[in-house]
């Protein structure tokens, strides 16, 4: 069965509980694999089959939760907008109707002369039906939605954080209403009224939401400015003439014109002009790129002072930028291993904070003080109301969302949310050569003859066998020759054996070109040229044997120089306590002469890309979880087996796509980067999840009334209600700390 991700935008998730049955009714749907609700982001991932999707609104609805199927990469920053702004105007209507009531009610504690007046001019009963009026408004009007989704939650035994406010203060309600009107029915002396108290728990919970529904907004940034950068008109020219075209419009093959200053609309390659390209927003490369003809560009970079054209080659969805959005909001989706905790105590928290309830109120009236009764529902309230979960369930997603967000705008793209957690558990980095700690622009450095072969005529017969391979070393023997204007003939019957050799025919000659090994396993000496092909391995130079007919030729020499970036960055990661590893397919003299430049600890040469896979197991048995960094095709199979495969940017779809953790740049400092946002993330979550933890720890036992006996206080349910509110304002602030993780240089933050 065909199974693909659909993210689903869901309403009236208002706390931890809340994501839990949302997600355990996508799970209950027959033919769904696998279901993740983010709270933080107010959505759904669901593997599923296509054919599904009805099912799955239905039963998101049927759970409480009205949902709706996005695209991928769909902006939802106009949703974020809108329920901040409701919640503004909830908590504004709620704080006009309780100022009036706290005022008057707290104030006449305050200020004597005030209660006499109050009290003089209408009476207690008066002054208690005027907070009822308010009170019963607050909860009616702004405060509803607690008791419309708590209350159904509560009756399907699944009670959240809805239930725990529509209780506590429908509890402080209710008493004082019973105090007010049939006050006979309470024991004597115990006629007092909470009606204040009801209402100010309203209207501080409907302000936490309010500001966490803003913080919430601030931790989405990183997707809004992704989207913001692809305009919403391009500049198409039909004839003679440029006219806008509206984006949607666009299809592959179109001329465009990117004027100096604009957005590159979609992505293409230059055909005509020069100018330089801000890149940044995708690779974190701060200088501008020089383009011209031939070169690409892609959607949402930023023109600079000249005029470009452009074919466009993909659009809509197939854009860079689309891709890399929708992947951002896959990674923020992700539910990490460290959360699993949270999960299950959130599961059990709300049931057992209602027990606990319960006890207080039944121990209070046993053997508390008179008047017993007042004693009992103030411990019992504070206890509902301040023990809310949202801050565990906010505490791992928001995080998320904000730590990829952070790593996408420097360059850093998490594929898999989970990279976060296991990059900060690597204990060594492996590393391919070619493309990855070297430029991966080989060059033909030298070349020793055997007797009787010409250099035109060895260039000629290799440079046409590679003439249509991919392979940096191919490339470089076939750029050698048309630099020497050596003329190239078609190759017949090319067959290349990954990471050993490639043979052809031309012209009824069959052609031999690759390593030693290659060469003796079809019978072909090379003790001839053994010493020299020494002499190049030393100087960190790849040696090439060439045959014809069965006969040895020459042996070329080919050196791709080392990025600048690749031995700051090797001593950086040995600062930071972790091992180096490289993995190459060139020979041992090769890689140890560069591993003996670079300060690399471990080597590994002459690998084929299966050979990788069993190196970085090896490497994981002695030190532990490893990471890959490669760029080619052959480097796929390792980035799938290590435990974060880190693609570079200028690196094969295939390895992309194989990668954890892909760099928009081919600049190694990515991976220091990469480090500092997996650190920082997760420092920040157990940050959160100690907080979160530790709030309900320490404050539940306070609320049920633990330090009376010490200091013959009981915490205010207002009180409770304000802390309540604050803490999961505070876990979201924390996270937003994150958006500060500045790109790493070798000697730390830039």
């Given at each position: ?53 009805g ?131 309470l ?27 803003r ?10 400015a ?50 330089f ?115 565990m369930?906010l ?55 055997a ?10 017969l ?124 060139d ?27 069993d ?16 760029d ?62 530790g ?24 009180l ?26 070798a000697?730390?933050?830039?």
């Amino acid at each position: 069965m065909t199974t693909h991700p659909l993210r689903f935008e869901i309403d009236g998730m208002t706390c931890a509980g809340c994501a839990g049955r949302a997600e355990r009714a996508l799970n209950a749907v027959p033919g769904v694999i696998d279901a993740r609700v983010n709270f933080a982001a107010r959505s759904a991932l669901v593997d599923a089959p296509k054919t599904d999707t009805g099912i799955l609104t239905d039963a998101l609805n049927a759970a409480g939760f009205p949902a709706r199927l996005t695209e991928q990469g769909a902006p939802v920053m106009a949703r974020e907008d809108t329920e901040a702004l409701e919640a503004l105007h909830r908590t504004l209507l709620a704080a006009a109707l309780t100022l009036p009531l706290f005022a008057t009610e707290m104030g006449g504690h305050l200020v004597p002369a005030l209660h006499h007046a109050i009290y003089e001019t209408i009476g207690q009963t008066g002054f208690w039906a005027v907070q009822f009026v308010l009170a019963t408004l607050v909860l009616a009007w702004p405060g509803r939605e607690f008791f419309t989704r708590g209350v159904p939650a509560l009756l399907k035994r699944a009670p959240d954080m809805n239930s725990l406010v529509a209780l506590g203060a429908s509890a402080a309600w209710g008493y004082s209403t019973v105090a007010l009107f049939a006050p006979a029915l309470l024991p004597a002396g115990t006629e007092a009224v909470y009606f204040e108290a009801a209402a100010v728990i309203v209207t501080l919970i409907l302000l936490g939401r309010w500001l966490e529904a803003r913080a919430r907004g601030k931790a989405g940034s990183a997707i809004h400015a992704l989207i913001g950068l692809q305009p919403t008109v391009a500049h198409i020219q039909q004839g003679d003439r440029v006219r806008p075209i509206d984006l949607g419009l666009l299809q592959a093959g179109d001329i465009l014109l990117v004027k100096p200053g604009e957005r590159v609309p979609v992505d293409g390659h230059v055909i005509e002009g020069r100018s330089f390209v801000d890149e940044s927003m995708l690779t974190g490369e701060p200088r501008p790129i020089e383009r011209a003809a031939g070169d690409t560009l892609t959607g949402g970079t930023l023109n600079g002072r000249g005029a470009l054209m452009m074919e466009a080659t993909h659009v809509g969805a197939d854009t860079v930028l689309a891709r890399v959005v929708e992947l951002v909001q896959q990674a923020q989706g992700a539910r990490l291993p460290i959360q699993s905790l949270a999960d299950r105590v959130i599961a059990v928290f709300v049931p057992v904070v209602i027990a606990i309830a319960v006890a207080a109120l039944t121990v209070w009236l046993l053997v508390g003080p008179e008047p017993t009764l007042s004693f009992a529902l103030v411990a019992a309230v504070s206890v509902l109301i301040i023990a809310c979960p949202c801050a565990m369930g906010l505490a791992t997603p928001t995080s998320i969302m904000v730590g990829t967000g952070r790593g996408a705008e420097l360059g850093v793209l998490f594929r898999k949310g989970e990279a976060l957690q296991r990059l900060e558990e690597v204990r060594l980095v492996a590393f391919d050569k070619t493309g990855t700690l070297t430029e991966g622009k080989p060059e033909l450095a030298a070349m020793t003859l055997a007797e009787g072969a010409t250099r035109e005529g060895v260039l000629a017969l290799a440079a046409s066998a590679e003439q249509s391979s991919e392979h940096p070393i191919a490339q470089a023997i076939v750029a050698a020759a048309l630099n020497e204007s050596v003329g190239l003939q078609p190759a017949e019957s090319v067959q290349a054996e990954l990471g050993h050799g490639l043979q052809a025919m031309i012209e009824g000659c069959e052609v031999l070109i690759g390593t030693a090994r290659f060469m003796q396993a079809r019978g072909i000496a090379v003790d001839g040229l053994a010493d020299a092909a020494q002499a190049m391995s030393n100087r960190a130079e790849t040696p090439v044997f060439v045959s014809v007919s069965g006969a040895l030729q020459a042996v070329l020499s080919v050196t791709d120089p080392i990025k600048q970036t690749s031995a700051p960055v090797i001593t950086a990661l040995h600062r930071s306590g972790k091992q180096v590893a490289m993995l190459t397919g060139d020979t041992k003299t090769t890689a140890y002469a560069i591993a003996g430049d670079l300060g690399i600890d471990q080597v590994h040469a002459q690998l084929l890309p299966a050979d990788k896979q069993d190196a970085l197991t090896a490497l994981r048995k002695e030190f532990g979880p490893v990471a890959f960094v490669g760029d080619g095709i052959n480097d796929a199979p390792a980035l799938a087996q290590a435990d974060v495969g880190i693609a570079v940017g200028s690196g094969t779809d295939v390895a992309l796509e194989a990668a954890d953790l892909v760099l928009m740049s081919d600049d190694l400092r990515g991976v220091l980067t990469a480090l500092e946002v997996s650190r920082r993330t997760m420092g920040n979550i157990r940050q959160n999840l100690f907080w979160a933890f530790g709030y309900n720890v320490a404050l539940i036992p306070v609320a049920a009334g633990l330090l009376y006996p010490v200091t013959g206080q009981l915490l205010s349910p207002m009180l409770a209600a304000g802390a309540m509110a604050l803490s999961s304002v505070f876990v979201v602030t924390n996270a937003l700390r994150l958006r500060w993780i500045a790109p790493m240089g070798a000697e730390g933050p830039e």
